[in-house]
């Protein structure tokens, strides 16, 4: 997509702070972090959501995920890290992408619920059932 910011830093077209590369996916810093090591892993393929990808494609980016989780627990001597997956960001960035945060005790951030603020008004039993006979 020729908006796309991944995409563009995937076509090097936008300067980026890579980390790690293969064939089929992209890991690079985060150039507004919230953390150092705050980094982002994206599919070369463009896609907004989970559903524009094969299960073989995403399997290809958790593999790399996977990776870079590893990468950050030894450079920054951490267990600690927040993964957040972003898709469909109206107005944001239109390239499904997983940020990983590395995170210290008392860094001020909080727990992944915390990103949002929007409590049910229905029964969690009502959205069970609204969930299950969506499948």
Avoid at 41 to 61: A, M
Avoid at 64 to 81: E, G, H, P, R
């Amino acid at each position: 997509m020729k908006d796309c910011i991944i995409c563009k830093i995937i076509n090097e077209e936008v300067r980026s702070y890579k980390v790690f590369e293969d064939e089929d996916t992209l890991a690079f810093l985060d150039i507004y972090p919230s953390a150092p090591g705050h980094t982002i892993v994206s599919l070369k393929k463009h896609g907004l959501t989970i559903l524009d990808y094969s299960q073989e494609e995403l399997g290809k980016l958790w593999l790399t995920v996977q990776k870079v989780d590893s990468a950050l627990i030894k450079a920054f001597d951490t267990k600690l890290i927040t993964i957040g997956i972003n898709q469909f960001e109206e107005g944001g960035v239109p390239h499904l992408h997983v940020h990983l945060i590395p995170r210290w005790k008392n860094d001020g951030g909080g727990i992944i619920q915390t990103t949002v603020k929007n409590p049910p008004k229905e029964s969690l039993e009502k959205i069970k059932e609204k969930i299950s006979s969506a499948f």
